[in-house]
């Protein structure tokens, strides 16, 4: 079983390999990106992003087991590992939008950089989980989280019609906004009066679902623009499959943890 267990491990790191390799001989020409494949490469560089937080969240959990109570050895240094995260979250997604296709090496640098600073930022939450042995729940999540994504990816590609990205924009933005608010709103109810585990929880619980409702229109969403920029790209400072991986890549690591969120609590 334990030689089973090692060898399924192995898996992501092997998907990794094989999309790295990929992606080399059919995203670039002499070194700069091209408008082939483009749906392909972004969907071969989502995949390099998605093993590689698996990969790196099971190596982490052998060389840095006791990562977690590092994290939370003190309040003071729970919040500025936080926001230390969370600062490098924002700098390193905007600097994705914003560098040039065609400066790949760096391009590609902040990508990897914003993978690995994601992977510690929720390596806390699947260490704890697995210290208290709910490893069963992370992989029947990550299977669910892989089934809906099929499935979301499929209805964009078939019926594209359906998915208005330019009347959509404002909706998604506000439903994002309110989920945020709507997430730290116990924060402040606590701070006036007691709030009991039970209420907590049942909050939170609801606050997963209606997050798991809007990362599945934010999937579509992003999915139909991969559509839309595969038509308009004409050269190579069009084929941005790094930016374009990214999106995809947070709304289905979003809607994995609504998805964990929401079974924890239920």
Known sequence: MDMRNSLLQLVPLFVLIGSSVTVQSTSYVNGVPTCENYVLNTYLFLTIALSLVVTLTLFMNVIMPNYT???YSSLMSLIIILIVHI?????????????????????LATWLLFIINLTLFILPTLQIMLKNNEGGIIVSTMLLTLIMTSALSLIAFIKPELIKTEAWTPYLFVALLGLILGSLLPLFICMFKACNGSFLNSWYYYIATIGVIIFCFVLLYHTKKVIENSDKCKK????DYMKESTNLFMAIINLFL??????RRS
């Open 69 to 71: 109570e590092m994290f």
């Open 87 to 107: 600062v490098l979250l924002f700098y390193l997604r905007y600097l994705i939008d914003t560098i040039s296709p065609l400066e790949v090496k760096k391009k």
């Open 236 to 239: 190579p400072e069009d084929a």
């Open 258 to 263: 609504n998805l964990l969120g929401r079974k």
